[in-house]
């Protein structure tokens, strides 16, 4: 009876102590998981707070969060309908009615911009996404081991990266006409063959360094080599160019609009407020002052937005971000020893 008591106490403190085991195995877990997410929010806080510890971070992230905030606003209300025109207050001068005056036909051109706001960040928006899928997907050509399938992209790219812009999309407008798509799709063409052509160097540098061999040596793919090992190596170079891209496609949606194949002609846009006021402005040039200061700030923001997120995101730069990396790497090693702590507790259990 004893023996068998022993046996049942025996066995009792296994269970209890797998049961412990796999409590403490689901708490660790958890608890890598919290410091995984809160490492990841830390970061973010602290990239934030760098950038606004600047002048220039602060003007850009203010004027992106106005001209964001003024695009919202813009979907459910402006001071007058787009449709309301009035001849007999064509060009009228800022008045409490018309804070910033009408335009030719009457229309109050801060309802204009406002609604154009919202235009405008879509295009940008796209624009990004299209630089950024041409040019990595040019890049990632660029970088593979296969010597002629490299040159003849590397070829292409710097053979194509001499056509304008304004040729792309007149050639585009032919078959699709005057259009917003118009403007992205030239945009992204043109701005993807120039981050391509400036990431190059820097994903072929990645692609041929050591680890990226060790990677491919115990079975990684191409594919899974580019966005793990060769893409972080690019990112820098991608934030700066896609905030150019951005900047530049606001202003090559105002000169495309002006020559007649940007957005279409009752789509609200600041190259459309620019573009219909232009040619009064020695007789009204309050009518072209106010969508080109519009347009001067949010290129000015989008050109500093990069700059000052690639200082703020470096950890060579940001010593406080290099911090949270150490205790990154910190979380990470206990995670591992949380691993083989439930390995172990798991092979005692089945024991």
């Not at 449709?83 to 007999?88: K, L, N, P, R, V």
């Not at 990266?161 to 304004?166: G, R, S």
């Not at 020695?282 to 106010?290: H, I, Q, S």
């Not at 200061?293 to 000052?308: H, I, K, M, P, R």
């Amino acid at each position: 009876m004893r023996k068998e008591d022993g046996m049942r106490s025996d066995g009792g403190r296994d269970v209890r102590s797998g049961r412990a085991g796999r409590a403490g195995r689901v708490s660790h877990a958890g608890h890598v998981g919290r410091v995984g997410r809160v490492g990841r929010a830390a970061k973010t806080r602290v990239v934030l707070r760098a950038m606004w510890s600047t002048g220039v971070g602060r003007y850009a992230l203010v004027t992106l969060g106005v001209w964001g905030s003024v695009a919202l606003l813009s979907c459910v209300w402006t001071p007058w309908p787009l449709s309301a025109t009035d001849g007999y207050h064509a060009w009228d001068a800022p008045s409490f009615a018309h804070p910033l005056g009408t335009d030719g036909t009457g229309a109050d051109i801060l309802s204009w911009l406002m609604a154009g706001s919202r235009t405008n960040l879509a295009i940008a928006l796209l624009t990004v996404a299209g630089t950024l899928a041409v040019g990595l997907l040019l890049v990632g050509c660029m970088s593979v081991r296969s010597a002629w399938l490299s040159s003849a992209v590397c070829a292409a790219v710097d053979a194509l990266i001499a056509l304008p812009t304004v040729l792309v999309a007149l050639l585009l407008a032919v078959p699709f006409g005057a259009s917003a798509a118009v403007v992205v799709g030239a945009c992204s063409l043109a701005y993807g063959l120039n981050l391509a052509r400036v990431a190059k160097p820097a994903a072929l540098l990645a692609a041929r360094s050591d680890y990226v061999a060790a990677a491919r040596a115990n079975g990684a793919s191409g594919p899974y080599l580019f966005v793990r090992h060769v893409l972080p190596g690019v990112t820098p170079v991608l934030a700066v160019q896609a905030s150019i891209a951005a900047g530049t496609s606001v202003l090559a949606e105002a000169g495309l609009t002006y020559l007649g194949v940007g957005v279409g002609a009752g789509v609200p846009s600041w190259g459309h407020s620019l573009a219909t006021s232009a040619r009064l402005i020695t007789v009204f040039p309050l009518t072209v002052l106010w969508p080109g200061l519009v347009v001067t700030a949010a290129v000015s923001a989008l050109n500093l937005f990069g700059d000052v997120l690639r200082e703020a995101a470096d950890p060579m730069a940001n010593g406080r971000l290099r911090t949270l990396g150490y205790a990154d790497e910190i979380a990470r090693a206990a995670a591992d020893d949380g691993k083989d702590m439930g390995k172990a507790m798991g092979k005692e259990d089945a024991r």
